[in-house]
Nanobody, 124 residues
Framework: QVQLVESGGGLVQAGGSLRLSCAAS????????MGWFRQAPGKEREFVAA????????YYADSVKGRFTISRDNAKNTVYLQMNSLKPEDTAVYYC?????????????????WGQGTQVTVSS
């Protein structure tokens, strides 16, 4: 079992930055690929970014590429999402997820465990 707790959300003006953190419980964190997804009101949950278990490989949605950076610290059981140049359309609840399965890590069904989410609101 892996429990995930997100933090770092909040209200920011357009063009600003936020850093989300996701703290994981369990001793097997380093064996999981990790991802960030988001869900805006009235919309489907969508992929934002993912990182392999080693941190060597990262993946991004086109909408955030060049603005967001995913990273992980396996010694701290934590994954991060640095979000720069934020736009109002980035407003959503952001979820951290862990995947111990083989599969496309840009797809939510690949993930076994999910956090409760943290709200990010970007004002124009």
């Amino acid at each position: 079992q892996v429990q995930l707790v997100e933090s770092g959300g909040g209200l920011v003006q357009a063009g600003g930055s936020l850093r989300l953190s996701c703290a994981a419980s369990g001793r097997t964190f380093s064996s999981y690929a990790m991802g960030w997804f988001r869900q805006a009101p009235g919309k489907e949950r969508e992929f934002v970014a993912a990182i392999s278990w080693s941190g060597d490989n990262t993946y991004y949605a086109d909408s955030v590429k060049g603005r967001f950076t995913i990273s992980r610290d396996n010694a701290k059981n934590t994954v991060y999402l640095q979000m720069n140049s934020l736009k109002p359309e980035d407003t959503a609840v952001y979820y951290c997820a862990a995947s111990g399965r083989l599969g496309d890590i840009s797809v939510s069904a690949t993930y076994n465990y999910w956090g409760q989410g943290t709200q990010v609101t970007v004002s124009s």
